[in-house]
């Protein structure tokens, strides 16, 4: 039998501040290494006391997690919290269906059937532990942004810098995309999707593995990284020196300037050398397209 001591635990770094101060703390946890940031309030079923809002932001582990602590303000409170165990990391599942991606390309998990109509192409997928179901507005701002360049799309040679479940080098491939390489710190990442490829039929045309990207000799007309700003700012260089002469560098996982106004800002310094093609942005996110 399996003691509570015996559960992984997963922590993440919990500050209760004013309403008003909550972009502003949201933005700085995401610079501080959080994967993702949940907002309590009073519209949520876990409350905070009075007119508070409180913030609890995931993180990759332990030291991250204490890391930031140190650099957040007393005034907010800041703790470290623990979720202990994994059933709920697959609850989400009960609640995922079918939905379309990007024009065209529709995403479904092993559990749910779905009958393409007219051209679209589908992607079974299943996310595991990695990040990236597709749902999440940084993925869909960099599908779209694919989809609306298809033609460029077929036939070329990709890059997925951050694969994480391979969910955007799928929807390369099924764009057209002659090859994708996918690549992720994460082994548990790279492991997925391999899988993915392969419950897809498309192991020919997709290879992860955890090169990283300034390892890397390959130049690719397209590169793709949905990755937090921080990182994007710490791989520029590399990442840049791996398109093509007009190659297509698609970057997500930026903050807007409502949530961070800095943000984009310092990652636009980061890619002073390349010229920006369009700028999109869902909810509190941007995706950024570039030309070399």
């Known amino acids: 039998m399996i003691q509570p001591a015996d559960l992984p635990r997963y922590p993440y770094v919990v500050v209760e501040l004013a309403e008003s101060e909550a972009d502003?703390?949201?933005?700085?946890?995401?610079?501080?290494?959080?994967?993702?940031?949940?907002?309590?309030?009073?519209?949520?079923l876990v409350r905070p006391p009075?007119?508070?809002?409180?913030?609890?932001?995931?993180?990759?582990?332990?030291?991250?997690?204490?890391?930031?602590?140190g650099s957040l303000p007393s005034e907010w409170f800041p703790r470290i919290d623990y979720v202990v165990g994994d059933g709920w990391r697959d609850e989400w599942k009960r609640h995922f269906e079918p939905f379309l991606l990007c024009e065209g390309v529709v995403v479904r998990p092993p559990w749910r059937a779905y009958s393409p109509v007219a051209d679209e192409r589908v992607i079974t997928l299943e996310p595991g532990r990695a990040f990236g179901?597709?749902?999440h507005e940084t993925t869909r701002l960099v599908a779209e942004a694919l989809a609306a360049r298809r033609p460029g799309v077929c036939g070329?040679?990709?890059?997925?810098?951050?694969?994480?479940?391979?969910?955007?080098?799928?929807?390369?491939?099924?764009?057209?995309?002659?090859?994708?390489?996918?690549?992720?710190?994460?082994?548990?990442?790279?492991?997925?999707?391999?899988?993915?490829?392969?419950?897809?039929?498309?192991?020919?045309?997709?290879?992860?593995?955890?090169?990283?990207?300034?390892?890397?000799?390959?130049?690719?007309?397209?590169?793709?990284?949905?990755?937090?700003?921080?990182t994007l700012m710490a791989i520029a260089a590399p990442l840049a020196s791996r398109l093509t002469t007009r190659g297509t560098l698609v970057l997500?996982?930026?903050?807007?300037?409502?949530?961070?106004?800095?943000?984009?800002?310092?990652?636009?310094?980061?890619?002073?050398?390349?010229h920006v093609e369009q700028i999109t942005q869902k909810g509190e996110w941007i995706a950024a397209v570039l030309r070399s």
């Open 50 to 69: 009075g007119d508070k809002v409180i913030l609890a932001a995931a993180f990759p582990g332990e030291h991250e997690a204490r890391c930031a602590l």
């Open 156 to 230: 070329s040679q990709v890059l997925d810098v951050g694969c994480g479940s391979g969910i955007l080098a799928l929807a390369a491939v099924a764009l057209g995309a002659a090859a994708v390489r996918a690549i992720d710190v994460d082994p548990e990442a790279v492991a997925v999707t391999r899988d993915n490829a392969e419950h897809n039929g498309v192991t020919g045309r997709v290879r992860a593995d955890s090169t990283p990207v300034d390892a890397l000799r390959e130049r690719y007309a397209i590169v793709l990284a949905n990755i937090e700003a921080t």
């Open 24 to 44: 502003e703390a949201g933005a700085l946890l995401f610079d501080l290494g959080a994967v993702g940031v949940e907002q309590r309030d009073a519209k949520t």
């Open 252 to 274: 997500s996982g930026i903050l807007g300037p409502d949530v961070a106004q800095t943000q984009w800002e310092s990652v636009r310094r980061a890619y002073a050398d390349l």
């Open 133 to 135: 179901t597709g749902l």
